[in-house]
């Protein structure tokens, strides 16, 4: 069964650090395109970042850019997402979602999401 599952939000400081993992069973992250999403109470979902499979390029929303770093480590067919200098407009449900053919909006598979509140 294919299956991604996020991990690593929590309760967080204004300035504070985070670090989301997504890791994926019944499949390889290798081949994959993935992709780190958020959503906000009573907001859309939005793209916060993504990494190609091909080449390692990465994307991020002008928001999160210099702040967020995301990286793969194929051995543990695990995504990760370095968050720093948090802010409370960074509070959300975290989405990583993998697609075979590279970054996009439309991802063929997702997960069920961490919740990351910056708050003091």
Request: charge should be negative; proline fraction near 2%; charged fraction near 20%.
């Amino acid at each position: 069964q294919l299956q991604l599952v996020e991990s690593g939000g929590g309760l967080v400081q204004p300035g504070g650090s985070l670090r989301l993992s997504c890791a994926a069973s019944g499949f390889t992250l290798d081949y994959h395109a993935i992709g780190w999403f958020r959503q906000a109470p009573g907001k859309e979902r939005e793209g916060v970042s993504c990494i190609s499979s091909s080449d390692g390029s990465t994307y991020y929303a002008d928001s999160v850019k210099g702040r967020f770093t995301i990286s793969r480590d194929n051995a543990k067919n695990t995504v990760y997402l370095q968050m720093n200098s948090l802010k409370p407009e960074d509070t959300a449900v975290y989405y990583c979602a993998a697609d075979g053919q590279g970054c996009g909006d439309d991802m063929d598979y997702w997960g069920k999401g961490t919740l990351v509140t910056v708050s003091s």
